[in-house]
């Protein structure tokens, strides 16, 4: 906007207004705002990045392959030429180095740092890999990671998902990785790098320790990525049942040492959501009346079933059921059967019921019991609802035959009679065989015609109940229904 203007027949300067004076101001402030917001990202970009690559360093700081910027292939006098030089340094603390130097030398603590480094990579992308972890950047690890294989990719994707813990499709390809790996393969790159540097080769005791180690920090750390999110935890179920047949033959240590490091971590929380249980448990049975409880126990049970699930998924690949999961779930389903015996709290119960089947899911022996008890506890609610909706009908018998003399008959035609056909056609479903729910349609269909005078829609009534398989003596008395009812119409005509 131009302060000064001239106009097309004057030549003298013209002093703004004061609407373009205050447009001014705002347009000014606008991009001061603007520009402000954009330093104000850049900051948080940079001090996010900072932090990026602190955790980055963190990650690999005291490998001695880093420490001394050497690659693994580096022969004594070649370490001891770079101890050297970070000697003259006033940024490397001189302790480090000398550990560094002396932990390469000796065969048995070497081998620690061999396999927390990149065995699978050439010294030159080795040597890229140094300098990206101390310039911690990211992006660089991240392109190495892409075309590495066995360890080297296993620990690029360790050390990204220090910074990147949420990442599902990190925490999902290193999981692969870590299962898929094959330490005697490492251990031949281990050797051929020794054996250019002039050491000998690892031997079998001090590999196998140092790759147990290894497994349980690697454990430790990937468990505790998977165990922040409901994701990861899911993610680490499936990765167990799809190893299932390696569980079974003992051949799967990597993922093991996952689901040890996974389980220390999760106790706390199982411990804490299993007392909250437990404790609504009690008071349930102290007073069932209190809606509440049952509400704290189902959402409970939900959480603790998605920490407890990687846990129930390895015991179900070893063929055996949770012992853990059985505990909490014999006190939950001791609850159901209270609530159903004692005091006739049918749907209750069977929300408890679900509840248990939902969270149980991977523990085939519990699943069975489940499976047995639902049938009679949807009986039960089921039941009850038709008893009640029976007295309404019962009391309303008049509206209920005007509604079938209009609509007809079924579970599609609405109002109160669509209902009353709806619930018994769920009942039939679950138990096709008990006999009450016939007897009491049977009925109703005896007082339309006996209380209303409308034989027709008795009838109607009667025809549509045998068009189903009732029990045979139901059945026996609705044909005795059926031909005297038939007989009444044909005399009235």
């Known amino acids: 906007m131009f302060w000064k203007r001239l106009r097309k027949d004057e030549t003298r300067e013209v002093e703004p207004s004061e609407a373009e004076i205050a447009a001014e101001a705002g347009a000014r402030r606008r991009l001061d705002r603007l520009k402000a917001?954009?330093?104000?990202?850049?900051?948080?970009?940079?001090?996010?990045?900072?932090?990026?690559?602190?955790?980055?360093?963190?990650?690999?700081?005291?490998?001695?392959?880093?420490?001394?910027?050497v690659a693994m292939d580096a022969d004594q006098g070649a370490i001891a030429q770079a101890a050297d030089d970070l000697s003259f340094s006033e940024d490397v603390d001189p302790d480090a180095v000398e550990a560094a130097q002396a932990e390469l030398l000796a065969p048995r603590d070497r081998v620690k740092h061999e396999l927390a480094w990149l065995p699978e990579l050439s010294a030159e992308d080795q040597a890229k890999a140094r300098g990206a972890v101390n310039a911690g950047d990211a992006d660089a690890l991240f392109n190495l990671r892409l075309s590495a294989i066995g360890l080297a990719r296993i620990?690029?994707?360790?050390?990204?998902?220090?910074?990147?813990?949420k990442d599902e499709n990190l925490q999902r390809t290193l999981m692969a990785d870590l299962v898929n790996w094959d330490a005697h393969t490492t251990r031949d790159r281990i050797d051929e790098a020794r054996s250019r540097a002039r050491f000998s080769p690892t031997s079998d005791d001090h590999y196998e320790q140092a790759v147990s180690a290894f497994r349980d920090t690697v454990g430790r750390s990937v468990a505790e990525a998977l165990s922040a999110t409901r994701e990861g935890r899911i993610l680490l179920a499936q990765h167990i049942s799809e190893n299932?047949?390696?569980?079974?033959?003992?051949?799967?240590?990597?993922?093991?040492?996952?689901?040890k490091g996974y389980g220390s971590l999760a106790d706390p929380q199982l411990q804490n959501l299993r007392g909250k249980i437990v404790d609504a448990v009690a008071s349930l049975e102290a007073n069932p009346r209190d809606p509440a409880k049952i509400t704290l126990i189902t959402t409970t049970l939900?959480?603790?079933?998605?920490?407890?699930?990687?846990?129930?998924?390895?015991?179900?690949?070893?063929?055996?059921?949770?012992?853990q999961s059985a505990e909490l779930f014999k006190t939950v389903r001791e609850l159901g059967i209270t609530l159903t015996n004692d005091h006739n709290m049918y749907d209750e119960s069977l929300r408890i019921a679900k509840a248990l089947k939902h969270c149980f899911s991977a523990v085939p022996g519990l699943q069975q019991a489940v499976e047995r008890d639902l049938p009679t506890l949807i009986g039960n609610v089921l039941f009850k609802r038709f008893d009640e909706l029976t007295t309404t009908v019962a009391k309303n018998l008049r509206d209920f035959t005007r509604e079938l003399d209009g609509g007809g008959i079924g579970a599609d035609v609405g109002g109160l009679v669509g209902k009353y056909c709806e619930i018994f056609d769920e009942l039939l479903e679950v138990n096709p065989h008990q006999e009450g729910p016939w007897t009491i349609w049977r009925e109703l269909a005896v007082a339309i015609a006996e209380k209303l005078r409308r034989v027709d829609i008795a009838l109607m009534v009667v025809e549509w109940l045998l068009e189903?398989?009732?029990?045979e003596q139901v059945r026996n008395q609705l044909v005795s229904d059926m031909c005297q009812m038939q007989r009444i119409l044909k005399d009235a005509k």
């Open 468 to 471: 189903r398989n009732s029990p």
């Open 244 to 259: 299932s047949a390696d569980i079974r033959a003992c051949d799967t240590p990597t993922l093991e040492a996952i689901v």
């Open 155 to 165: 620990n690029l994707g360790l050390a990204l998902l220090t910074i990147k813990a």
């Open 37 to 69: 917001r954009r330093d104000d990202e850049r900051a948080t970009a940079q001090e996010e990045s900072g932090r990026e690559g602190e955790a980055l360093k963190a990650y690999f700081d005291g490998n001695a392959f880093v420490t001394l910027n």
């Open 302 to 323: 939900d959480l603790w079933s998605q920490w407890r699930l990687p846990l129930q998924k390895l015991e179900e690949a070893r063929g055996l059921d949770d012992p």
